[in-house]
């Protein structure tokens, strides 16, 4: 097997986990719409990071960031509503990126593997940064399960147990934006949602508790990933989409699948 394959199925497993455990808050919060947003944003970061040199990964966390605080203020305003904010930079911040690309970009961008992923391009440098990430998130959410989860099931209790709502927002938003820096080469731009979606969207139908729908999403994306990137070496189709429709029929193949209570 070549090189380039084994990095590609050892940054899809660390891009699953950081997915998995994230997305299952994505779906909790209902903030679907929100990942969207700061997906979309995501093309900025690249052309960021490709005008200042300071690396892909690094202008990704900025602007992901930067929206993501942004869109949190905004949601603090009472004549804002949610779906207007949200609906705002989601189009904006991605007519932004793909003008500034198209600015900073050459005839040697690729403008496909941005929008749609490219993840036999994966380098050691990219497993690297891929798997710190793993690390800054499980740390994040191990040390702060319990707040985050109250926040999650029961906003009024949290606030009475005192604990800060926005900082754990903004603590939020953060990982979300580390997590879209590191699936830009997994699934593109356009698609990172469906990392942060579809596979918590089938672990709760298997699973009981919180704990174990996040390892179960956190399996089926692994698993998700893994089938979608030897389906398109084989048949060489686009990496990107193919994991996106290998989670969607799966989706669908949950659905028929015993309810847990």
């Known amino acids: 097997m070549d090189d380039f394959i ?36 995501a093309l900025l970061g690249v052309a960021l990071g490709l005008v200042t040199g300071l690396g892909i990964n690094l202008g990704l966390v900025i602007v992901g960031g930067l ?13 804002w509503s949610n779906d207007a904010v949200l609906g705002i930079f989601s189009h904006v911040s991605l007519a932004l990126g793909i003008v500034v690309l198209g600015i900073v970009g050459n005839q040697n961008t690729d403008y496909f593997a941005y929008l749609f992923g490219d993840i036999l391009s994966i380098t050691l440098r990219d497993i690297y940064w891929i798997y710190l990430v793993v690390f800054i998130v499980i740390s994040i959410l191990v040390t702060n399960w319990k707040k985050l989860l109250l926040l999650t099931l029961n906003e009024e209790l949290a606030k009475a147990e005192g604990i800060n709502k926005l900082f754990y927002d903004l603590l939020f938003m953060f990982l979300i934006a580390l997590a879209v820096s590191v699936s830009v080469q997994i699934v593109g731009v356009l698609l990172i949602t469906s990392l942060l979606i579809i596979p918590p ?5 298997i699973s009981h508790s919180p704990t174990i729908m996040i390892f179960s999403s956190i399996f089926v994306s ?13 048949f060489d189709l686009a990496t ?5 429709i290998t989670l969607g029929v799966l989706f669908f193949i949950a659905q028929f699948l015993p309810k847990k209570v």
């Not at 929206?67 to 004549?79: C, G, P, Y």
């Not at 990107?240 to 996106?244: A, E, L, Q």
């Open 67 to 79: 929206f993501a605080t942004l869109i949190v203020v905004l949601q603090q305003k009472d004549f």
């Open 240 to 244: 990107g989409p193919t994991i996106v």
């Open 6 to 41: 084994y990095r590609a199925i050892v940054a899809s497993i660390g891009v699953s986990i950081i997915a998995g455990s994230l997305g299952c808050f994505v779906i909790w919060k209902r903030l679907s719409y929100f990942s969207d947003s700061i997906s979309h944003s």
């Open 222 to 234: 692994i698993c998700s990933v893994l089938v979608g990137l030897y389906l398109s070496i084989d």
């Open 201 to 205: 969207a089938i672990a709760r139908v």
